[in-house]
């Protein structure tokens, strides 16, 4: 299995990106999607998760500004990022937690990570 995000980059604050996370491989099912980011010097911390049956979740900090999105028949998860502000700044990772077969454990896979670079 292999998650590949792209749409990172350089933006201004306030500005917008969007990221996007393509899972690939032997999945027999995706039960979570979602994207957490690490900023130099900290710990890897959540931004948005997406269940398939459940209530979507946001960190605090990026409620109001940031969507989730899921696109099930692609095995993609999106996140639009409005408004940014500088603390955003981080690498972005995309997480899913799968089934690799009908009678797999359900684990977690990360992407490679994106960087958001937010400055002026």
């Known amino acids: 299995v292999q998650l590949q995000a792209s749409g990172g980059g350089l933006v201004q604050p306030g500005g917008s990106l969007r990221l996007s996370c393509a899972a690939s491989g032997s999945i027999f099912s995706i039960n979570v999607m979602g994207w957490y980011r690490q900023a130099p010097g900290k710990q890897r911390e959540f931004v948005a998760l997406?269940?398939?049956?459940?209530?979507?979740t946001y960190r605090d900090s990026v409620k109001g500004r940031f969507t989730i999105s899921r696109d099930n028949a692609k095995n993609t998860v999106y996140l639009q990022m409005n408004n940014l502000r500088p603390e955003d700044a981080a690498v972005y990772y995309c997480?899913?937690?799968?089934?690799?077969?009908?009678?797999?454990?359900?684990?977690?896979?990360w992407g490679q990570g994106t960087l958001v670079t937010v400055s002026s």
């Open positions: 997480n899913a937690v799968l089934r690799v077969s009908r009678t797999s454990p359900i684990s977690p896979y």
């Open positions: 997406m269940p398939n049956a459940g209530t979507t």
